[in-house]
């Protein structure tokens, strides 16, 4: 139960920041979007990963919202931000070319490194309401190498 108010706590936090997000003239997805990268960062740290670096692009193509250490295993984060579940879950937003950038964006990391590690594919959902604290849903292992032949 401790870590649950931890990470309660930890997100109200967002509420008192002058935050674009929150203002009604600035209804950007971007702003949305970095309010929920913000917002899986924080959930991320308060469950025990390490992030090492947000809104990852690496020159060869590919994207990355959040890199994270999970232990010994690294792990690439993307994060869907919503306001209502009209659109489906964060796991059928993920779609085959989004997959296959998070996939580049992973294996150019992965180059850079002098061994070989363990790593998975995370998905990230926050449920953001106007005037509550954000609802985070994580999905460990979301997709992996073999979702690639049934896409």
């Known amino acids: 139960m401790g870590l649950v108010r931890c990470i309660a706590a930890r997100l109200r936090l967002f509420h008192r920041w002058n935050c674009p997000c929150l203002n009604r003239e600035v209804r950007s997805t971007d702003w949305l979007g ?3 990268e913000l917002a899986a960062a924080s959930f991320l740290r308060a469950a025990g990963c390490s992030v090492l670096r947000r809104n990852w692009r690496p020159v060869r193509g590919g994207e990355i919202d959040l ?5 010994a295993c690294l792990v690439f984060v993307e994060v869907k931000t919503r306001t209502h579940g009209g659109y489906g879950g964060a796991r059928r937003a993920v779609n085959a070319r989004k ?8 294996a ?4 850079q490194l002098p061994d070989t590690v363990p790593f998975r594919y ?12 954000p609802e985070i849903t994580r999905l460990c292992g979301a997709f992996g190498e ?6």
């Not at 995370?122 to 604290?133: A, S, T």
């Not at 073999?146 to 896409?151: G, K, N």
């Open 34 to 36: 970095a309010y929920g």
């Open 67 to 71: 890199v994270c250490r999970d232990g």
């Open 99 to 106: 997959r296959a950038l998070i996939r580049q964006g992973a």
């Open 108 to 111: 150019e990391w992965l180059r």
């Open 122 to 133: 995370d998905i990230v959902e926050v449920m953001y309401r106007e005037g509550e604290v």
């Open 146 to 151: 073999r979702d690639l032949a049934a896409s």
